[in-house]
């Protein structure tokens, strides 16, 4: 027995070695005849049996402090491979001052950035910021960032960099979800290229949401969590897109639908924070809320699909789709799923997936802009101003282009909302990072500076540096809502400017390059109807100061606990 227990342990053989300690007769006569017939010896200091089981209990003691010694070296001390001479954010060089960096990345990223990007990114150097959730990144200065996105997906890949900070092999319920090109497919094709086919629609659930959310009396004013009711609103709309009217207003579905949405980026973070021997032993414990919230999703949804399921047959031609019956996510993955004749796709499971994971990126960005953009109007200090010529620019678009003000077309002309909401997703980006991609080479690759990097390192720009840099917009910190309006041929009509929806070294919004989020047309249509339906329906009453934005490692979060007051303006409620 004893030399049994001197060989290496594993995980499996540990399992092993504690049934081995039993004798075969009690293992056949079952574990508490045998407790019961060695009782004492258990409990006596000499007995063989206690001093193996201590020793085993030593033993599993000694490897599991190695292991999280190694967990914590690698997560506060580690360079993981990273060159020697490249220095820290703040210039740490001892190994408790690198430490310590590490430990503040958990809220106070955002002064670590800031010092790096002045001190090295300004100065055209190359610095490493560390995160302690996700691994020590390389920091480029912008003048390198045409170099950056040239790279080609098989030597530095930006997916592999939300894969990972996701755990999306896990959190978005399958792999193929990730690394496929079906939801581009769909997102590029009908949910941006048919807007004006569903705006009508969103139009509706937003008046039906907000009216919901924030009433309809315009005599009295009404506090308001600002977060926590835009949320119901965008869980509305955009499920009004996603699965229809029906189950937009079903109050069971949108609650897990939503809950679903807000819980994704918390999973992936204490995923993260696991060392990655113990993900797959933990990881079903800490999904099983998201994974019982999905399992409410497909309740509602399931049905609907396998209901749907005779309109179509494997090899239909997606150039001539036809939604005049149902137009919405479910309706058009199908539609594709059946297209490319892929067995997989098209079961109920496979759309279930894609489409809970394709609520969670609809809903949680698009509230974090529209309840940031609310507490902006209200905290600026010409905040009745602002409201007043938003409000004034829809009304003149309204009255031009009639019924078709709420299409693409319409919507274009919309250039304050438009800067309105480009401005404060400057200020108030819900990731610091602009674009960051993963070294995927296996002989890694060399940086413009001459820093060679192994595969497996980070590498990228941050977007809340340049987006707060008095160098590129003056007055960074200050929100000025029509800082991006055409400066020479103001805000009418067929006035040309720089839509929300394109990048730019300077804004990263939306991140940047080739890989600039898909879905952003979409999502910036959907926030422009919303904040048209507020400033036209509703008052916000101005406050003295804005609340702050929590960070929380690399993400920022709109104020989820601050209220404003708002109002129903006169005129504004149908009879």
């Not at 149902?326 to 993955?333: F, I, L, R």
């Not at 594709?336 to 079961?347: G, I, M, R, V, W």
């Amino acid at each position: 027995m004893s030399g049994l227990i001197n060989h290496s342990f594993t995980m499996q053989n540990a399992t092993a070695l504690t049934i081995s300690i039993l004798p075969k007769t009690h293992r056949i006569s079952g574990l508490s005849n045998f407790l019961m017939t060695n009782l004492s010896a258990l409990v006596h200091p000499k007995s063989t049996m206690f001093a193996e089981l201590l020793r085993l209990v030593g033993y599993t003691i000694v490897i599991g402090t190695v292991f999280w010694a190694a967990w914590i070296y690698q997560r506060f001390f580690s360079r993981r491979g990273l060159p020697k001479d490249l220095p820290w954010a703040d210039g740490s060089t001892s190994p408790w001052s690198v430490a310590k960096l590490h430990v503040r990345t958990f809220f106070g990223l955002k002064p670590i950035i800031q010092n790096g990007y002045y001190k090295f990114s300004k100065d055209e150097k190359v610095f490493l910021l560390p995160n302690v959730v996700t691994g020590p990144e390389v920091i480029l200065p912008m003048s390198q960032m045409k170099w950056l996105l040239d790279q080609p997906d098989n030597v530095l890949n930006q997916n592999e960099v939300n894969r990972e900070f996701l755990h999306a092999d896990r959190t978005m319920l399958h792999s193929n979800i990730i690394r496929d090109m079906v939801h581009g497919r769909v997102i590029r094709r009908e949910m941006t290229k048919e807007l004006d086919t569903y705006s009508d629609n969103i139009v509706e659930e937003i008046e039906f949401a907000l009216a919901r959310n924030w009433g309809t009396d315009t005599t009295e004013w009404r506090e308001v969590r600002v977060y926590d009711t835009l949320l119901d609103v965008i869980s509305r709309i955009s499920n009004r897109v996603l699965v229809g009217k029906e189950l937009c207003r079903n109050e069971e579905y949108l609650r897990s639908s939503s809950t679903y949405s807000r819980a994704v980026v918390l999973t992936a973070g204490m995923l993260n924070l696991l060392p990655e021997y113990l993900r797959p032993i933990f990881s079903p414990i800490i999904m099983a809320y998201d994974m019982y919230h999905y399992r409410q999703i497909t309740k509602f949804v399931v049905p609907l699909i396998k209901e749907r399921a005779h309109q179509f047959k494997p090899g239909m031609d997606y150039r001539r789709p036809d939604y005049s019956e149902n137009n919405d996510y479910v309706q058009w993955a199908m539609h594709d799923a059946y297209s490319h004749n892929d067995p997989l796709e098209y079961t109920p499971e496979m759309i279930t997936k894609r489409l809970t994971v394709l609520s969670f990126a609809a809903i949680q960005s698009s509230v974090i802009t529209i309840s940031n953009i609310v507490f902006d109007l209200a905290a600026s200090s010409q905040s009745i101003e602002y409201q007043a010529g938003l409000r004034d620019e829809v009304r003149q678009v309204t009255s031009q282009y009639g019924s078709k003000a709420w299409t693409r077309a319409g919507l274009l002309q919309m250039l304050r909302l438009d800067s309105a909401l480009k401005e404060s997703m400057r200020l108030w980006g819900f990731l610091s990072r602009g674009v960051m991609k993963l070294v995927v080479a296996p002989e890694g690759i060399t940086l413009p500076d001459g820093h060679h990097l192994d595969v497996g390192a980070k590498v990228g720009v941050t977007s809340y540096a340049i987006h707060h840099d008095e160098d590129a917009y003056t007055d960074a910190f200050t929100f000025k809502p029509y800082r991006f309006l055409p400066k020479q041929q103001g805000s009418g009509p067929g006035a040309k400017a720089q839509p929300m929806v394109t990048s730019a070294d300077e804004f990263m919004g939306f991140s940047h390059g080739r890989h600039a989020c898909p879905g952003r047309f979409f999502a910036a249509n959907q926030l422009k109807l919303l904040l048209a339906a507020i400033v036209t329906k509703y008052d916000i009453e101005p406050v003295a100061a804005r609340p702050e934005n929590p960070w929380l490692n690399n993400t920022i979060g709109p104020p989820v606990f601050s209220t404003l007051r708002i109002r129903r303006r006169p005129g504004t409620v149908e009879a």
